[in-house]
């Protein structure tokens, strides 16, 4: 799914999402993010926090085959074959905040995706 959703709870990115523990922050990129409702501070840098999952986290090789997956997914973050319009920066910090949704979040930031997936593409 991507563009705009209808219901952006029903995104896969979004499935940990809980309206209990949860708030949807988005952002003047329309880049939306989970955070958590108990560190919401308005104009806080908090907001920008990923949430941590009470779900399982992936480690190791199960963590960098679902990386590899998720970017794979992603055409516009490594195939510079495509139009510019579908590799715009914006796109592409959306498409790595996905990927840290799916993985997540927590310790598995959008910095620490990109970093990663640099990694393992160079290794």
């Known amino acids: 799914m991507r563009g705009t959703c209808s219901n952006i709870e029903a995104h896969e990115c979004f499935r940990n999402y809980n309206e209990d523990l949860h708030l949807l922050q988005v952002d003047n990129d329309h880049m939306a993010r989970m955070i958590p409702r108990n560190t919401y501070e308005e104009n806080s840098t908090l907001n920008t926090e990923v949430v941590s999952s009470k779900y399982p986290k992936y480690s190791g090789d199960a963590a960098n085959e679902l990386l590899i997956e998720l970017v794979q997914a ?48 160079d290794a």
């Not at 949704?101 to 970093?115: C, L, R, S």
Request: overall charge positive; cysteine-free; glycine content about 6%.
């Open 74 to 121: 992603r055409p516009s973050l490594w195939n510079h074959t495509l139009p510019l319009q579908e590799r715009t920066n914006i796109k592409k910090d959306a498409l790595w905040a996905e990927i840290s949704n799916e993985m997540g979040g927590g310790d598995m930031t959008v910095k620490w995706v990109k970093e990663h997936w640099k990694y393992l593409r």
